[in-house]
């Protein structure tokens, strides 16, 4: 089992930026693909980025692509989310994910392919 716990979540102007961390416990962090997805009230949850396991590639959605940075510490079993230029259409809810599987050739970016979830931060931006 692990266990995802996501901060840094808030309410920012548009324009401004917010640095999302995610916190992995219970399994060895390093060797899984990690995701951040979004859901916004009456949407789908969707793709927002995602980081090999070894750090080397990341993939992004259209909608962030320029705009939020995806990395990871595998040291401290942490991955982040820097978002900047944020858009009121940013706003939702982002959760963290881990892949179900280990050593993945590929950055996963479906969200069924993610077994581990955290309980999400709230990103709020007003206009």
């Known amino acids: 089992q692990v266990q995802l716990v996501e901060s840094g979540g808030g309410l920012v102007q548009a324009g401004g930026s917010l640095n999302l961390s995610c916190v992995a416990s219970?399994?060895?962090?390093?060797?899984?693909?990690m995701g951040w997805f979004r859901q916004a009230p009456g949407k789908e949850r969707e793709f927002v980025a995602g980081?090999?396991?070894?750090?080397?590639?990341?993939r992004y959605s259209d909608s962030v692509k320029g705009r939020f940075t995806i990395s990871r510490d595998n040291a401290k079993n942490t991955v982040y989310l820097q978002m900047n230029s944020l858009k009121p259409e940013d706003t939702a809810v982002y959760y963290c994910?881990?892949?179900?599987?280990?050593?993945?050739?590929?950055?996963?970016?479906?969200?069924?392919?993610?077994?581990?979830w955290g309980q999400g931060t709230q990103v709020t931006v007003s206009s």
């Open positions: 994910a881990a892949d179900r599987t280990a050593f993945s050739a590929a950055v996963p970016i479906t969200r069924y392919v993610y077994a581990y």
């Open positions: 219970g399994r060895s962090f390093s060797v899984y693909a």
């Open positions: 980081i090999h396991w070894s750090g080397v590639s990341t």
